[in-house]
């Protein structure tokens, strides 16, 4: 089956990992595409691979949200190495009992769902580590 | 070095419901009320900055048609909750560069039941994946990757200080709650006036962990509005008018300054403190002379990280500081004595100049019940997610 990732910076594959553009002068990370450095203001970028674990440097418990979002949810920032990634904390119970600041995470991938020509779509998130 | 600019005359209208009124009828009442405040006609003001963002556009020449249409120059601003810091700046930067010797700044924003702001509400799914926007994302992204809802999003920026420095749990943020509740009993223009225990704040529905939903700030209807003046021009008015005017030692706005994690959560914290650091240089005091705080308390969760943004404590000492009792009406910094964004409400227009209102009356000791004695300096601060972040210094006449 067809797969397509959520988001252009997840990389599906036996090892699914995120890829950012990198500022080849400050080394400033973006996981959109940018103009220029909004650092530095250079227009050169390269891509880098984000590494895949980390630690909860906040999280919030989304119980209220708009219309057709599963709640509750856990929506968290992942230290990854230096790298400030946003994402899902998935695979725990959304309560702050599991789910704790600097807890050790690690990125997995999540199904979004199926298209009608048969293509899965697949998103991410980050796991409990431990 | 220009002049200094006074506020000669500002009103706020009661936040909450209106639903008689539109924004034009409650920017009118805000407008006209800070004329008259300030002694003066609307002949007599030679700029409007007018902020309104949930409208139409082109609320300034519209507010024209109820108030007077006098031909002067109109900017209508929009600059997410810092819009009516943005607009008061605007009458401020006009008077100093010397282009006329009054301003008007008027936001008025109806916000009654609006419910949650922002989060995209999600279609049926169906068709083909088209990947869309600078992320190619194939499906939206609210919920799938992190909240794009402002409680949750102010919750992480709460969550993340506590992080680092530790101590803000659950408890203290519905503290910071219970604080602001209580100062709104005394508020007789704040659209939520009740007081509510620890208790009933934690076990209230949870919109996003940590923030309930009495630690949200309130959608409402409001408009305030100032008249702001050259020094030269108040020293030609009548002895009552430049008793009761307010100086501005400080008007600053900053927009945020790249940082590492700003592109996965909006960084309220860097455009604060330079916000602030500037404004104490322009003021020539420090946090210690501060008699009493408007800031921006959209969430419990950002009240704590202001606290040390606007460096009333220590770096890294917010919980500290609000566990001592400071930012209390009673304690050594009072902040939010109005109530607050959670139960003064936020009509997100209004809310940049409503605040300057707040700490306008307290030094102008017409604060009625919730007065702080012998008022004499105040600082108000707004920010809106972008970012823009306005902070204002205010000091009391000194005749």
Same mark, same amino acid.
């Given at each position: 089956m067809d797969r397509i990732p959520l988001v252009d910076y997840l990389v599906l594959g036996d090892d699914p990992h995120l890829v950012a553009n990198?500022?080849?002068?400050?080394?400033?990370?973006?996981?959109?595409?940018?103009?220029?450095?909004?650092?530095?203001?250079l227009q050169d970028f390269r891509t880098v691979e984000i590494a895949g674990t980390g630690?909860?440097?906040?999280?919030?418990? #989304?119980? @209220?949200? %708009?219309?057709? &979002?599963? #709640?509750? @949810?856990? %929506?968290?920032? &992942?230290?990854?190495?230096?790298t400030s990634v946003r994402g899902n904390v998935v695979n725990v119970p959304p309560d702050p009992e599991h789910v704790t600041l600097g807890m050790k995470v690690r990125l997995t991938t999540v199904p979004v769902g199926t298209d009608e020509a048969g293509v899965e779509a697949v998103g991410y998130g980050f796991e409990p580590a431990s | 070095m220009a002049e200094n600019v006074w506020i000669l005359g500002i009103h706020m209208t009661n936040f909450g419901k209106h639903r008689d009124k539109d924004i034009l009828d409650l920017g009118s009442e805000a407008a006209i009320g800070a004329l008259q405040d300030a002694g003066v006609g609307i002949k007599d003001i030679g700029v409007l900055g007018a902020g309104n963002?949930?409208?139409?556009?082109?609320?300034?020449?519209?507010?024209?048609?109820?108030?007077?249409?006098?031909?002067?120059?109109?900017?209508?601003?929009?600059?997410?909750?810092?819009t009516g810091a943005t607009a008061l700046r605007v009458?401020?930067?006009?008077?100093?560069?010397?282009?006329?010797?009054?301003?008007?700044?008027?936001?008025?924003?109806?916000?009654?039941?609006?419910?949650?702001?922002?989060?995209n509400v999600r279609a049926a799914e169906g068709g083909h994946w088209v990947r869309d926007g600078r992320y190619g994302a194939v499906a939206p992204l609210?919920?799938?990757?992190?909240t794009e809802t402002m409680p949750g999003v102010f919750a992480q920026i709460g969550m993340e200080y506590g992080h680092r420095y530790g101590g803000a749990d659950f408890e203290l943020?519905?503290?910071?709650?219970?604080?602001n509740h209580a100062h709104s009993t005394l508020n007789p223009k704040a659209a939520y006036q009740k007081r509510f225990t620890l208790d009933e704040i934690m076990n209230d529905m949870m919109i996003a962990y940590p923030n309930t939903r009495p630690m949200c700030s309130a959608n409402c209807d409001g408009a305030a509005a100032a008249v702001v003046v050259s020094e030269a021009k108040l020293r030609t008015l009548s002895l009552e008018q430049q008793r009761r005017a307010v100086k501005i030692s400080a008007s600053v706005l900053t927009s945020d300054p790249y940082q590492e994690a700003c592109q996965v959560l909006p960084d309220v914290?860097?455009?604060?403190?330079?916000?602030?650091?500037?404004?104490?240089?322009?003021?020539?005091?420090?946090?210690e002379d501060l008699d009493l705080v408007e800031l921006h308390d959209c969430f419990a969760t950002a009240e704590l990280v202001h606290y040390d943004n606007l460096s009333l404590c220590e770096p890294g000492g917010a919980v500290d500081f609000f566990k001592s009792g400071a930012p209390w009406r009673d304690g050594r910094t009072p902040v939010n004595v109005s109530g607050g964004l959670q139960s003064k409400g936020h009509p997100i227009s209004a809310t940049g100049i409503a605040n300057i209102w707040e700490i306008a009356t307290h030094l102008r000791g017409e604060a009625g019940e919730r007065q702080i004695a012998d008022a004499k300096v105040g600082m108000a601060h707004v920010i809106g997610l972008g970012s823009a972040c306005g902070v204002h210094v205010l000091e009391k006449s000194a005749l």
């Amino acid at each position: 089956m067809d797969r397509i990732p959520l988001v252009d910076y997840l990389v599906l594959g036996d090892d699914p990992h995120l890829v950012a553009n990198e500022c080849t002068s400050c080394g400033a990370r973006y996981f959109d595409r940018r103009s220029a450095c909004a650092s530095c203001g250079l227009q050169d970028f390269r891509t880098v691979e984000i590494a895949g674990t980390g630690t909860l440097r906040s999280f919030t418990i #989304v119980h @209220f949200a %708009a219309e057709g &979002v599963e #709640v509750p @949810f856990v %929506a968290g920032l &992942v230290d990854c190495d230096g790298t400030s990634v946003r994402g899902n904390v998935v695979n725990v119970p959304p309560d702050p009992e599991h789910v704790t600041l600097g807890m050790k995470v690690r990125l997995t991938t999540v199904p979004v769902g199926t298209d009608e020509a048969g293509v899965e779509a697949v998103g991410y998130g980050f796991e409990p580590a431990s | 070095m220009a002049e200094n600019v006074w506020i000669l005359g500002i009103h706020m209208t009661n936040f909450g419901k209106h639903r008689d009124k539109d924004i034009l009828d409650l920017g009118s009442e805000a407008a006209i009320g800070a004329l008259q405040d300030a002694g003066v006609g609307i002949k007599d003001i030679g700029v409007l900055g007018a902020g309104n963002l949930m409208g139409r556009g082109g609320f300034g020449q519209l507010l024209q048609k109820q108030i007077g249409q006098t031909g002067i120059p109109v900017y209508n601003v929009t600059n997410a909750c810092a819009t009516g810091a943005t607009a008061l700046r605007v009458a401020i930067m006009a008077v100093k560069a010397g282009e006329t010797d009054m301003g008007l700044a008027v936001g008025v924003e109806k916000l009654a039941g609006a419910g949650l702001l922002s989060g995209n509400v999600r279609a049926a799914e169906g068709g083909h994946w088209v990947r869309d926007g600078r992320y190619g994302a194939v499906a939206p992204l609210d919920g799938r990757v992190g909240t794009e809802t402002m409680p949750g999003v102010f919750a992480q920026i709460g969550m993340e200080y506590g992080h680092r420095y530790g101590g803000a749990d659950f408890e203290l943020f519905a503290g910071i709650s219970e604080k602001n509740h209580a100062h709104s009993t005394l508020n007789p223009k704040a659209a939520y006036q009740k007081r509510f225990t620890l208790d009933e704040i934690m076990n209230d529905m949870m919109i996003a962990y940590p923030n309930t939903r009495p630690m949200c700030s309130a959608n409402c209807d409001g408009a305030a509005a100032a008249v702001v003046v050259s020094e030269a021009k108040l020293r030609t008015l009548s002895l009552e008018q430049q008793r009761r005017a307010v100086k501005i030692s400080a008007s600053v706005l900053t927009s945020d300054p790249y940082q590492e994690a700003c592109q996965v959560l909006p960084d309220v914290n860097t455009l604060t403190r330079q916000a602030a650091a500037t404004a104490y240089e322009q003021a020539g005091i420090g946090p210690e002379d501060l008699d009493l705080v408007e800031l921006h308390d959209c969430f419990a969760t950002a009240e704590l990280v202001h606290y040390d943004n606007l460096s009333l404590c220590e770096p890294g000492g917010a919980v500290d500081f609000f566990k001592s009792g400071a930012p209390w009406r009673d304690g050594r910094t009072p902040v939010n004595v109005s109530g607050g964004l959670q139960s003064k409400g936020h009509p997100i227009s209004a809310t940049g100049i409503a605040n300057i209102w707040e700490i306008a009356t307290h030094l102008r000791g017409e604060a009625g019940e919730r007065q702080i004695a012998d008022a004499k300096v105040g600082m108000a601060h707004v920010i809106g997610l972008g970012s823009a972040c306005g902070v204002h210094v205010l000091e009391k006449s000194a005749l």
